[in-house]
């Protein structure tokens, strides 16, 4: 729980979003970015995340990837900041806030890098059923995912719920959100220069 209420990148996503579009899109998120802790506990239980973090190659072309994708985001926020702000549900933006999630948490090599470092030591993996610890973490860490950014994102869509009217504050929280996503990108490309 302490590990999602911790601020980053991932949470003020899911509070831009919740602000901006309400709760169910920022709820979608939310799920996208849990599926992706099923990819990535999927592959330390058969042994690829251990492989691909071997390969600096790898390691690159998945964090260009997601730097990139997260540029096409900031894009497509850019070309329809100027959209009439609609209820969340009717809003004709492209592209599933779902598959956003799930693309953002799989391409984020950092993810990868956090869930090799974290899951070995609990799992004890020299022991016979390290299969099951590993798939017991994830699964713990996606309900404290879903509980901590689904609550972030409640609380948010509440808040804002009068303000989100106010045409001045769609624009704003879209340049938040492009800001958002070109810091994430930038960090991607920070990851693979550096």
Partial sequence: MLLALTPGPDVLLVVAIAA???????????????????????LIILGFSAMISASPLAMKLIALFGAGYLIYLAWLTWRHRHDHLQLA?????PGS?????VIMNISNPKV????????????????????????????????????????????????????MQKPGF??????ITMGIFVLLAGLLVYSVVR
């Fill in 170 to 175: 769609k624009l704003t929280m879209d340049w």
């Fill in 20 to 42: 901006k579009e309400g709760f169910t899109k920022a709820l979608q998120l939310t799920l996208g970015l849990a599926s992706g802790v099923i990819v990535h506990t999927t």
């Fill in 97 to 101: 806030y779902y598959w956003r999630g």
């Fill in 89 to 93: 549900e009717d809003r004709p933006f």
């Fill in 112 to 163: 990868l890098l956090f869930f090799l470092a974290l899951f070995p030591q609990f799992a004890v993996l020299d022991e016979p059923g390290y299969h099951l610890r590993i798939a017991v973490l994830g699964g713990l860490f996606i309900l404290a995912t879903l509980m901590v950014f689904g609550g972030l994102a409640w609380v948010m869509a509440r808040t804002t719920q009068n303000i």
